[in-house]
């Protein structure tokens, strides 16, 4: 009886503590989240086009985005373990290391960018669709320097549990978001009125007004006096940047195969039509918005699993681990079940389209029945990275999403008529298998004996 009370103690203690280290994450999520969500409401508002446009290009700007913030990522669990293990000199050198990373990355992401027309005329996107949709890249490209150092400072104090900034900037990105898409949408201050275009130049905007204040917060005196940042500038580094690299380059790719799966998705409805890329885009714009909360809660798990590691308790650093899916599962279950219930309240926030309704009602329900599997698969994969373990999942999720996610999800939508549903219907057995194998691998390397 003892020993099961203290258990309980431990396991309500970590709870706690994930919680305290996490809930200022999940809102930063949360909050920037919202901005993808006025976007899409407010380009509902403008037309079908305007909204399908925006769908179109946000599924090929987010897998190149989330591709290099899984890089920088890597800083987390790095400084996370030297914390962890007392060795506070060395972290202001990863702050400039991984800022110089986040440099490098922007420009081949930049060009890229601006060629997407090309992707989208191979996956048969309506003519109507592509000038618009790529536009509204070409905006978000400006903002991608920005983007990516924000990533870079923040990431680095998340491995230092220092959460409550990013919170922070996120409210104010969030009102600066309004407003901009507020002049740029609808043509006010004697801006013209450019639809979603304008969307991205908002968001590029709100990129680097964050940046910025997270530059500022990280540079201040005390960080100084802590971690000795300034005298860790240089010259980008090879030795510590491959140590970034070792962890972020696998955790990039990981993100970059489940995104790009979700993309692809995209991609193929837009070869179904305008109404349906539109109601996807209602869904999976929720479905991402309630996705933010398990993931917040994985970036606190990586930097407590890593400083448990630094401390070489791997027991705790397993219980952790477990406690983090056990919040991922509690959250998802309470979500699936209000998308399963409300589907049709849920989509009219974003359309009064009646053809968009009907489609993206259905499309909710299927979304609903996936949220516990995503989840548990980002809470296993946030477990993973705080171990520095993330080549094998790169493998788990070349195998979840591109053999069996994709392929099944087209062979039940576009061959055996089921349409839009049969391409969730394959997102969903996707994300039930990444789950059930990140999870499991946890187990295994951080089982009793193991190490």
């Known amino acids: 009886m003892t020993k099961r009370r203290e258990t309980s103690r431990e396991i309500w203690q970590q709870t706690c503590l994930t919680l305290k280290v996490g809930a200022p994450i999940v809102a930063a999520q949360l909050v920037q989240m919202a901005m993808g969500v006025v976007d899409t409401i407010m380009a509902g508002r403008l037309s079908a086009k305007d909204l399908a446009a925006v769908g179109i290009g946000g599924s090929l700007y987010a897998p190149l985005l989330l591709f290099v913030m899984g890089l920088l990522m890597g800083v987390n669990p790095v400084v996370a373990q030297l914390h962890g293990a ?26 890229m960018y601006r060629h997407m027309s090309i992707v989208m005329s191979s996956f048969g996107i309506s003519d109507e ?23 870079a400072l923040r990431f680095f104090h998340e491995g230092l549990s220092i959460t409550k900034p990013s919170m922070y900037f996120a409210v104010i990105g969030l009102l600066v978001n309004i407003l901009a898409n507020w002049v740029f949408m609808y043509g006010h201050w004697g801006f013209p009125s450019m639809g979603a275009v304008g969307t991205g130049w908002a968001t590029a905007l709100v990129q680097w007004v964050m940046f910025g204040g997270m530059l500022v917060f990280t540079f201040r005196r005390k960080n100084e006096e802590d971690f000795h940042i300034y005298q860790g500038f240089g010259r980008p580094r090879w030795q510590f940047q491959r140590h970034i690299l ?27 039509g305008t109404q349906t890329v539109a109601a996807h885009q209602v869904t999976i714009n929720f479905a991402a918005f309630t996705f933010m909360i398990p993931l917040g809660l994985s970036f606190a798990t990586t930097a407590r699993v890593g400083f448990a590691i630094g401390q070489n308790d791997v027991g705790k650093a397993r219980l952790i681990g477990f406690v983090g899916a056990g919040l991922s599962f509690l959250v998802m279950a309470c979500t699936a079940a209000v998308m399963i219930s409300q589907p049709e309240a849920i989509a009219r926030f974003y359309t009064s389209d009646r053809d968009v309704l009907a489609i993206a009602s259905g499309l909710i329900v299927l979304a609903g029945a996936f949220q516990i599997s995503d989840g548990l698969q980002v809470a296993g994969f946030g477990a993973l990275r705080g171990l520095k373990d993330t080549r094998v999942p790169v493998i788990v999720n070349v195998i ?9 999800g087209y062979m039940l939508g576009m061959h055996f008529g089921f349409g839009a549903r ?30």
């Open 129 to 151: 669709l592509i000038p618009v949709a790529q536009g509204y890249l070409n905006a978000l490209a400006c903002g991608l320097p920005a983007a990516f150092g924000y990533f």
């Open 246 to 272: 070792n962890v972020g380059l696998a955790n990039g790719l990981s993100i970059c195969i489940e995104v790009s799966m979700f993309a692809t998705v995209a991609l193929i409805m837009g070869a179904i």
């Open 400 to 408: 979840s999403y591109w053999l069996v996610g994709l392929p099944s």
């Open 86 to 111: 007392g060795e506070r000199e060395r972290i202001g050198r990863k702050v400039w290391q991984v800022l110089w990373l986040g440099l490098a990355a922007a420009v081949p992401v930049f060009f």
């Open 422 to 451: 049969g391409l969730w219907m394959g997102l969903t057995a996707g994300l039930s298998v990444a789950a059930i194998l990140h999870n499991r691998r946890f187990h295994k390397l951080t089982a009793p004996g193991i190490g």
